[in-house]
């Protein structure tokens, strides 16, 4: 596994979640004592990094465990949002929400994110999977809102949640799974990245 690096955060008590979401928890339900150990955990489908399916925002679309492989695995161009990422099929922004270690932190109101105009460019580029750097590629506004339906309306998958902050712009190799989880609007997903250059 050399070369790999992780890119999905932490998931534990007292990450950040989107307002409303329900809180991560986790408990033992068993303990070696009486066989095993045995954790039971309650959590967002949202939760930390992981993935939108278009059904997060279209009644009836794809479900996460309709997920293409072919999308969440390969060549990937990590961009700020400004940045050169034409020609790319995956595409992973670093933005300023990448200068500190964001999931130890409540959740920020003023986090960088995707505008309308930017999510019509990528779909106009033929991008089949976005990623951010923060649990949201859309701010918590009905623009935010928007951002999701312009891409999953176009059948870009999304990649939220990401820790990109020892990631530099470039190109790499890019490996996600979410969860399988039948019909789910989403799942948390594990995700590596290794250097193409």
């Not at 400004?82 to 200068?99: I, K, M, P, Q, Y």
């Amino acid at each position: 596994m050399s070369g790999w690096m992780d890119i999905s955060v932490p998931v534990a008590w007292g990450m950040p979640q989107w307002p409303g979401d329900p809180v991560f928890a986790s408990w033992k339900v068993c303990e070696l004592e009486h066989g095993a150990n045995v954790t039971a955990v309650s959590m967002c489908a949202h939760t930390g990094t992981h993935v939108d399916a278009p059904a997060h925002y279209f009644d009836g679309a794809a479900g996460v465990d309709e997920a293409p492989l072919e999308v969440l695995m390969g060549r990937a161009v990590v961009a700020g949002l400004d940045g050169n990422w034409r020609g790319a099929e995956r595409v992973l922004f670093r933005t300023g929400n990448s200068s500190g270690r964001w999931w130890e932190a409540p959740f920020r109101e003023d986090f960088e994110a995707l505008t309308v105009g930017l999510a019509r460019e990528l779909v106009e580029g033929g991008v089949k999977l976005v990623g951010i750097d923060y649990l949201s590629v859309g701010r918590n506004d009905e623009e935010g809102s928007e951002v999701h339906r312009v891409l999953l309306g176009a059948g870009v998958w999304i990649l939220e949640g990401l820790n990109l902050c020892e990631v530099g712009v470039g190109e790499y190799e890019l490996v996600c799974l979410p969860l399988r989880l039948v019909g789910a609007d989403g799942a948390p997903a594990r995700a590596v990245l290794r250097s193409t250059t």
